[in-house]
């Protein structure tokens, strides 16, 4: 944990360092923020050194995009249509999942709340490398409609890094489809490396997301 | 039992056969849901990619020594079952491992794979792993009951624990599978088969839209592989067992693959037309109808 002013002011008090007394009445320390959790920095996994088995499993990845079912703004009202019978986006292998462990794909959908912010940051880094994100809306490009708000972000790709921006307000699931095709050429191309790019600039994320995340009360990694 | 090289290569390759069938039949099964909500679904090979992909996860993070366990010992539920299974009756070749009382390790390994999964899903640490373990291990305790009377009545009817035994004794026609010569036992079976097979209305333990997917919740990459893997292979293992208990088991593998698909069917068919049961729903209605006919069958055959 990073020396701030701001975090004893917000912290947690179930995060809050203690003494506990065990049944056999001994006393030791607990630290949560140490010891429920992991403080190991994102590792590079770099891809297979073989170029036809990465090509094999980057179509397999392309062709299975497990989306992660959180809905972050406005635009999540769109999900719903893309995965019902007018739109089916199963026909493509896109799937919707409940948990980060086993998604691959982050839709944020629309403007992002500083609050919502930080749910993003820690759903976002537990997934598991290789994960993508599509950003749905203007509201992520340049703040759209929220442009001069004081508690909305303005640029998501100083936050996490992004693989696809579609433009739009909102876009239609149409649009999304096309988003996800420009996706998988992408995943087959070898270009959606994104998860390292973020183990790599680490540092200049985490110094933006602490830049605008004043109560930040969590792990700096949450694995 | 001496070592005997061409009956493991037999029991490898059957494996194999099963897996792929297993994959294939879940795709089907989706393909048909998808078809009932007038959606296009899946194209059928979706299930290999989705497998392919976890298995191609760069990152993995554990939480323990029983996070391992867990799947690994879900798999050896399954493959346990299917070794103990005799899959093509009166072939020597296809009778993977099966001896005398095999019916009673079948039974034994069914809970084995779920308690290894519990523990493992315990010690992942998600509070709704826990709860999904919890509701898992109660509706499957009462999904046995019904089966485990089926199956009583069926040792008491001829007389043996041996599955092939049982299978043999019913061989001659289609008016002597238990179906006909043992009717309240098949119901009773194939009404707790709705629930071993894992569809709606018994899904609630792992449908994605409950509680996040219970007790896989923290599992990913390679860990859901193995996961995968096994539902595929228990899939066809269970089906099998309900076809050798009571539709007088398969003489070529085509029959096989007719038999377990109609069997994995129905309960495809009931979970596409009736809801999601809650937990304490599901448990009372085993505990009525299936229970009723169980006991029926054994007085039947006392």
């Not at chain 2, 792993?129 to 485990?148: D, K, N, W």
């Not at chain 2, 098949?186 to 629930?195: E, R, V």
């Not at chain 2, 919740?217 to 539902?231: I, P, R």
């Amino acid at each position: 944990m990073p020396e701030d002013n701001n975090i004893n002011k917000f912290e947690n008090p179930h995060y809050a360092k203690r003494e506990v007394t065990g049944p056999d009445g001994e006393v030791f320390t607990v630290d949560p923020m140490r010891d429920y959790f992991s403080d190991a920095r994102p590792q590079v996994h770099e891809p297979n050194s073989i170029p036809v088995i990465e090509n094999f499993l980057n179509w397999a990845r392309a062709e299975s995009l497990w989306v992660l079912g959180f809905g972050t703004g406005c635009g999540s009202i769109e999900i719903p249509p893309l995965l019902t019978p007018r739109f089916d986006a199963f026909r493509f292998g896109i799937q919707s999942r409940p948990t980060p462990r086993q998604s691959n794909v982050f839709i944020i959908s629309g403007y992002l709340a500083i609050k919502t912010l930080k749910r993003v940051v820690r759903s976002y880094e537990q997934m598991q490398n290789p994960k993508y994100v599509l950003a749905l809306g203007s509201c992520t490009i340049n703040g759209g409609m929220y442009f001069d708000s004081y508690n909305t972000i303005k640029r998501l790709d100083h936050y996490i890094p992004v693989d696809i921006y579609i433009a739009g307000c909102m876009p239609r699931p149409e649009a999304l489809l096309a988003g996800f095709n420009k996706l998988k050429e992408l995943i087959k191309k070898g270009k959606a490396e994104n998860a390292n790019e973020y183990a790599r600039n680490f540092d200049w994320y985490k110094a933006n997301q602490k830049k605008i995340i004043k109560d930040w009360n969590m792990p700096d990694y949450n694995w | 039992m001496d070592f005997d090289l061409k009956r493991l290569g037999f029991t490898l390759l059957g494996l194999l056969i099963v897996l792929n069938w297993g994959l294939l039949m879940s795709a089907l099964m989706r393909k048909i849901s998808a078809r009932v909500a007038r959606r296009i679904g899946i194209p059928w090979y979706q299930p290999w990619v989705d497998l392919v992909k976890n298995y191609a996860i760069r990152s993995q993070i554990t939480h323990g020594v029983m996070f391992y366990l867990g799947p690994v010992f879900r798999l050896s539920g399954g493959v346990g079952i299917f070794l103990f299974m005799p899959m093509i009756a009166g072939s020597e070749l296809w009778m993977n491992y099966s001896f005398q009382g095999d019916l009673v390790l079948i039974m034994y390994f069914q809970f084995f794979g779920m308690l290894g999964m519990a523990l493992g899903a315990g010690e992942g640490g998600h509070p709704y792993s826990a709860i999904g373990v919890s509701r898992g291990l109660s509706q499957f305790t009462v999904i046995e009951v019904p089966l485990t009377l089926a199956i009583i009545s069926l040792a008491i009817q001829y007389n043996t624990l041996s599955l092939v035994d049982i299978v043999q004794a019913q061989q001659g026609g289609i008016q002597n599978w238990s179906m006909w010569t043992n009717p309240f036992a098949t119901i009773a079976g194939m009404l707790s088969a709705l629930g071993t097979l894992g569809h709606s209305p018994f899904n609630l333990v792992k449908a994605p839209n409950e509680i996040p997917i219970g007790p896989p919740t923290e599992y990913h990459s390679t860990y859901l592989g193995v996961l995968q893997t096994n539902a595929a292979i228990l899939h066809v293992v269970e089906s099998a067992l309900f076809m050798n208990l009571f539709f007088g088991g398969a003489t070529s593998w085509f029959e096989f693959i007719i038999k377990t698909f109609l069997i994995y069917f129905w309960s495809v068919f009931v979970g596409v037309v009736f809801p999601r049961f809650r937990i304490e729903q599901s448990v009372g209605w085993f505990l009525k109808v299936p229970l009723v006919f169980g006991i029926l069958a054994v007085i039947m055959f006392m």
